[in-house]
T-cell receptor, first 115, second 110 residues
Framework: GAGVSQSPSNKVTEKGKDVELRCDPI?????LYWYRQSLGQGLEFLIY????????KSGLPSDRFSAERTGGSVSTLTIQRTQQEDSAVYLC?????????????FGPGTRLTVL | QKEVEQNSGPLSVPEGAIASLNCTYS??????FFWYRQYSGKSPELIMF????GDKEDGRFTAQLNKASQYVSLLIRDSQPSDSATYLC??????????FGAGTRLFVKA
């Protein structure tokens, strides 16, 4: 497909376990974003990648969260020692370039439930 | 203080009416603004963006920007039940980071 894809679509885990969420951006898009959306809430910015530059991690809520982007394409968001408050939909978006007037295209999200 | 504020709603309008969605932002350096539509259980999708003061029209949608008042709005003319969704306002300060509001839920009654 031509859109942003994310996997898994749903993830149920036990408190304390680690999880990995994957995002495949649109081919050729240099910018990639991770957001978190809790029930009935807006999008909370987590982290941003632009090309091969160092990512801006200022939105990550704690040091249990980390993300990487390999080869300027696929990205993985890792949450270590998950807590119940980590339960949310994690959305990935990509854009042709960073910021400004560049539209962000969103993936379908990963719904994470921490029991 | 939230950087992008929206009334959570729900805003309920009858079919065929004009729906008016409002948004304010706190960062005067914000340069471009976006309206995304999000259907329940789905991902946001871009409706419009605007960066100049005034109105921008696209079909049934009109975005309005007033930088002096730090105010952005989205008007939906001839509202349809299929317009029922949450509308997210977002602001970009010229860098990479786009700040989203919490969204306004719109219901269009048939």
């Amino acid at each position: 497909g031509a859109g942003v894809s994310q996997s898994p679509s749903n993830k149920v885990t036990e408190k304390g376990k680690d999880v990995e969420l994957r995002c495949d951006p649109i081919s050729g898009h240099t910018a990639l974003y991770w957001y978190r959306q809790s029930l009935g809430q807006g999008l909370e910015f987590l982290i941003y990648f632009q090309g091969n530059s160092a990512p801006d991690k200022s939105g990550l809520p704690s040091d249990r969260f980390s993300a990487e982007r390999t080869g300027g394409s696929v990205s993985t968001l890792t949450i270590q020692r998950t807590q119940q408050e980590d339960s949310a939909v994690y959305l990935c978006a990509s854009s042709l370039m960073a910021g400004g007037l560049s539209e962000q295209f969103f993936g379908p999200g990963t719904r994470l439930t921490v029991l | 203080q939230k950087e992008v504020e929206q009334n959570s709603g729900p805003l309920s309008v009858p079919e065929g009416a004009i729906a008016s969605l409002n948004c304010t932002y706190s960062d005067r350096g914000s340069q471009s603004f976006f309206w995304y539509r999000q259907y329940s259980g789905k991902s946001p999708e871009l409706i419009m963006f605007i960066y100049s003061n005034g109105d921008k029209e696209d079909g049934r949608f009109t975005a309005q920007l007033n930088k002096a008042s730090q105010y952005v709005s989205l008007l939906i003319r001839d509202s349809q039940p299929s317009d029922s969704a949450t509308y997210l306002c977002a602001a970009n300060t010229g860098g990479f980071k786009t700040i989203f509001g919490a969204g306004t839920r719109l219901f269009v009654k048939a």
